[in-house]
């Protein structure tokens, strides 16, 4: 047998690793076996010299055998799941999921933790008092039998080797790799027992994936991986320029979410939401039309019943379901300051991710200050992108605990914000649909 001196050897020369190679490399790394360093130093030569599409199955595969699956064989509904490759003020999988869920779909969803200034599903959950996101493995299968949707983050039984396989590429900057990102991707969604998946690939300048060609490759790899393994997957290229609704931070969004579910919310964010959450249940029930699935997605938040699925979910998982309707019961921040527009004109561009830099500061989570993450503070965005503005005109506001970092946040915040003398043409939401 080769060493792992010798795989990693091997892979730097352009050799493709099989299946036998990947399961030996990950349930090694995953039982300490394996050193950080060359599991680190392959990640790298595979990042270098590439990593084939029969790799990236392999790898998924893998990853996928490391851990435990849920078992939904006896649950009366079709396990259908949505993800995101993440972006600022992106909350459309708590929105989507109780949609589906309320419309008849199982929704098993292993959520996300933050990444750099983007904050990730798990977060903006355990902004909710009380609520568990620790479920073992026969917990999370029982609230999806009860209520059709859970939310779990990852744990040593679900995913453990996605887990600890990220937080090395995190350190040894490989985390754009696209292969990479498939299987890490693939690998917790399909431990959920799916049979269908909607993927909502994001794309923006600044961000891992700021072209519509490395999008696209992107969604082409997890259809792939799915085909492969038996799952189908639809996956939908959006544009993330600006962020995505009104609110950025934990407890924000969380509002924003509840507001949405009961057809208050922003047009962009709802409309993506519903579209994804139609494409859920069209993969659970192809025997109906995409038409069909739009007309009992909106339906399910119209009566009321989404909003109610998801607060079924935040009871079973030991969170207080009436910060849904009354917010005073989530976190809340000391105070707000305004960002004013400096000019007449139109809004032509915000920085998502200096919005998203901004929110960090103000304590929505880690950067180079050593801060406590505050789950109350955040922004709050009183304009989109095409909107007129006057000399005054409030853009949006900074919601805050600790003002100790409150300028820095706003200059970044006024940086983020374009304003043009003409009005910008208007940009589709969704791009394409890559589908398999």
């Known amino acids: 047998m080769d060493r792992i001196v010798d795989l990693i050897r091997s892979k730097r020369r352009g050799s493709e690793l099989s299946l036998a190679d990947f399961e030996r490399l990950i349930n090694g790394y995953t039982l300490n076996d394996i050193a950080d360093a060359q599991m680190g130093a392959l990640l790298m030569a595979g990042v270098c010299i ?12 893998a990853m996928l055998r490391c851990g435990e699956r849920l078992d939904l064989s006896e649950i009366d509904r079709v396990a259908v799941d949505c993800c995101s490759t993440g972006g600022v003020g992106d909350k459309v999988p708590l929105i989507a999921a109780p949609i589906a869920a309320a419309a008849g779909v199982a929704v ?30 026969p917990e999370f299968s029982e609230v999806v039998s009860r209520h059709g949707l859970a939310f779990a983050g990852q744990s040593n039984a679900l995913a453990p080797a996605e887990k600890k396989l990220y937080e090395l590429r995190d350190e040894t900057a490989t985390v754009d790799s696209l292969p990479l990102i498939a299987a890490s991707a693939m690998s917790k969604k399909l431990a959920e027992d799916l049979k269908g998946l909607v993927v909502d690939v994001k794309i923006s300048k600044g961000s891992q994936l700021s072209t519509r060609t490395d999008a696209r490759r992107l969604a082409q790899l997890m259809i792939a991986i799915g085909r492969r393994l038996g799952v189908k997957v639809q996956a939908l290229l959006t544009d993330l320029e600006q962020p995505l609704g009104f609110t950025v931070g934990k407890a924000l969004e969380i509002m924003e979410v509840a507001q ?19 494409r859920m249940i069209y993969l659970a029930d192809p025997t109906i039309s995409i038409e069909d699935a739009r007309e009992r997605a909106t339906a399910v938040v119209e009566d009321g019943t989404a909003l109610q699925t998801l607060a079924n979910v935040i009871g079973a998982q030991g969170g207080n379901p009436e910060v849904l309707q ?44 050593d801060g406590e993450i505050d789950p109350a503070v955040g922004v709050v965005l009183e304009t989109k992108v095409g909107q007129q503005v006057f000399n005054g005109t409030r853009l949006c506001a900074l919601y805050y605990n600790d003002d100790s970092r409150l300028e820095e946040a706003q200059e970044l915040v006024e940086d983020a914000f374009r304003i043009s003398s003409r009005q910008p043409q208007p940009r589709e939401l969704v791009l394409d649909l890559i589908q398999g």
Do not use: C, W, Y
Not at 113 to 136: M, Q, W, Y
Not at 269 to 277: F, K, P, R, T, Y
């Open 326 to 369: 009354d917010f005073s019961q989530l976190p809340n921040p000391a105070g707000a300051v305004p960002v004013m527009s400096p000019r007449e004109g139109f809004v032509s561009r915000i920085s998502a991710e200096d919005i998203g830099r901004a929110a960090v500061i103000l304590g929505t989570g880690e950067d180079d200050a």
């Open 50 to 61: 590439g990593f084939s599409d029969p790799e990236s199955v392999a790898l998924t595969t």
């Open 260 to 278: 949405t579910l009961q057809g208050q919310g922003p047009q962009d964010l709802a409309g993506l939401s519903v579209e994804i959450a139609a």
């Open 108 to 137: 098993p969803m292993i959520v996300e933790p933050s990444a750099d200034h983007v904050i990730g599903t798990l977060e903006k959950l355990r902004s909710i008092p009380g609520f568990r996101t620790d479920l073992n493995v």
